[in-house]
């Protein structure tokens, strides 16, 4: 048995020393390909809101879902901060700027969709939240502002 458990350990070590470099490589990569999605999905639903390039001007439409269809208290105030939020938060995530908070922020914007707007559509949200959790805990990783600025 003590073979057995002695392949089975330096197999485990040649996996650790081939994952080792490909790990510190991409690692970096794979950090900052988490951002993109999430990011994405929360740019188009902001551009979505508002007419034009205007990050203040939130369409009538939008005012009508917050108040109607979500039931979101304070609709315009929710819109306008909503509208700006998407804007902001995004792209501060891809520029990974403030990318801990930026992350926070828009998972907190997850829950709140899960919860009070689309409790049916938690495969997706269930994906957004992950993501963002990984990058609150993990951070933003090498390419990012954050590392430029605020260097550890």
């Known amino acids: ?5 002695n392949m089975v350990r ?4 040649l996996g650790h020393r081939i994952a080792e470099p490909v790990t510190s490589g991409l690692g970096p990569v794979a950090l900052f390909a ?14 979505a809101k508002v007419e034009g390039w205007n990050i203040f001007s939130v369409s009538d439409s939008q005012y009508f879902l917050f108040r109607e269809e979500f039931g979101m208290p304070m609709p315009e105030l929710t819109a306008h901060v909503t509208a700006i939020a998407e804007h902001i938060l995004p792209i501060l995530l891809v520029l990974g700027l403030l ?6 922020g828009m998972f907190v914007m997850t829950l709140v ?16 939240a992950a993501i963002l959790f990984a990058v ?7 390419i990012s502002l954050d590392r430029v600025f605020f260097k550890r």
Not at 34 to 47: C, Q
């Open 34 to 47: 988490l951002r993109l999605p999430v990011a994405i999905v929360f740019w188009r639903s902001g551009r």
């Open 99 to 104: 990318t801990r908070l930026s992350a926070l």
């Open 113 to 128: 969709i899960q919860f009070f707007v689309f409790p049916d559509a938690w495969p997706v949200h269930m994906f957004w």
């Open 10 to 13: 330096q197999l485990a070590d």
């Open 1 to 5: 048995m003590g073979g057995v458990s």
């Open 136 to 142: 609150m805990v993990l951070g933003p990783g090498r």
